[in-house]
């Protein structure tokens, strides 16, 4: 019996050496809370098969879609406590631990424009790096979310006067805050259940994208949806620092190299993203009706004291991200 399980065991690792499986690789689960289809994993498609193929396959990835390894709002906490090795997060999760995210978070902290997106995140990585280090997670990549938007089921929210009273689905406490600010009733609702929460009238309103409106499919329950022409809720992809020690300086060299590549070709794709997401919402009956400059910036001018909210709050840790991204606001 004993000779048995060891040609059993001998089977395995010849089959698993002929799967192409090199010598002391090192494979890492990864949490990803959108699904497979989603335009959000698109950078983290590129980043892992570059990965991959830059260290010859001596650290690989396996994805779990649609928050199946842990939620949105956990992934954060679940990945500094080695729950889950990598995990894909957004500001909106952390800004609570981290005040500082809540300039990554909030509505308009970041420009809509590709070149102004660029230069923004390349100025606040090295800060939110070592934010996040000290919080207990390493940074691999930021990724931008381009034009914001808000479906409703039965009117727009043009003018900062039609906010007044909407209950409005929000991700995240600066949002919350400045849908406050514009008048509304914030409301706290995990992604996956705005279809619903939408369709039995929970809340009137959802603050989206418009990659996550087509995905989770809101445009069929909010046809009504208003472009507020403004960026919102930077992602990220982190790493369990135990995890990450577990690679070769060679390896994790690489892998930053990568990540900076991921980061510049995000703004670029996103921006491209966002762009086929509205014309594709479009083709499908929503009504789309876009802020006028006018109305844009009577909106952000009711919004503009929320920054300085979070600065009371995010203390020293928060200063570079200010310094970078005031002039946004």
Not at 9 to 36: H, K, Q
Not at 42 to 55: H, P
Request: hydrophobic share 45%; glycine share 8%; charged share 20%.
């Amino acid at each position: 019996m004993a000779h048995r399980k060891a040609l059993v065991t001998l089977a395995i690792a010849v089959a698993c050496g002929l799967a192409g499986s090199p010598a002391g690789a090192a494979s890492f689960d990864v949490a990803i809370f959108v699904t497979e289809r989603d335009a959000f994993v698109d950078a983290y498609k590129f980043w892992s098969s570059e990965v991959e193929k830059r260290t010859q396959g001596r650290v690989m990835f396996k994805p779990s879609y649609s928050g199946a390894l842990t939620s949105a709002v956990e992934t954060l906490g679940a990945v500094r406590n080695g729950v889950v090795p990598i995990g894909l997060s957004a500001a909106s999760f952390g800004s609570g631990a981290m005040p500082a995210l809540g300039y990554l978070e909030a509505m308009g902290g970041l420009p809509n424009d590709p070149d102004g997106m660029q230069k923004a995140l390349d100025a606040v990585n090295q800060p939110l790096a070592d934010m996040l280090q000290k919080y207990g997670v390493e940074l691999l990549y930021t990724q931008p979310t381009f034009d914001l938007v808000v479906v409703c089921g039965n009117k727009h929210l043009k003018a900062v006067s039609d906010w007044p009273g909407t209950k409005v689905r929000a991700a995240g406490r600066w949002q919350s805050q400045q849908v406050l600010a514009l008048g509304g009733a914030p409301t706290a609702i995990d992604p996956g259940e705005q279809y619903l929460a939408l369709q039995n009238k929970t809340v009137d309103c959802a603050l989206s994208v418009p990659t996550l409106v087509l995905s989770l499919k809101l445009y069929e329950v909010a046809p009504k949806l208003t472009s507020l022409r403004q960026a919102v809720n930077t992602s990220l992809l982190v790493m369990n620092p135990r995890s990450w020690r577990s690679i070769s300086a060679e390896d994790q060299a690489t892998m930053r190299t990568v990540s900076t590549e991921t980061r510049h070709r995000a703004v670029a794709r996103m921006r491209e993203i966002a762009d086929k997401g509205m014309a594709d919402l479009k083709a499908l009956g929503s009504d789309i009706y876009p802020l006028s400059d006018g109305e844009l910036r009577a909106m952000k001018d009711k919004m503009k004291p929320v920054f300085d909210k979070i600065g009371e709050g995010a203390g020293d840790a928060g200063k570079p991200f200010a310094a970078a991204l005031k002039q946004y606001w």
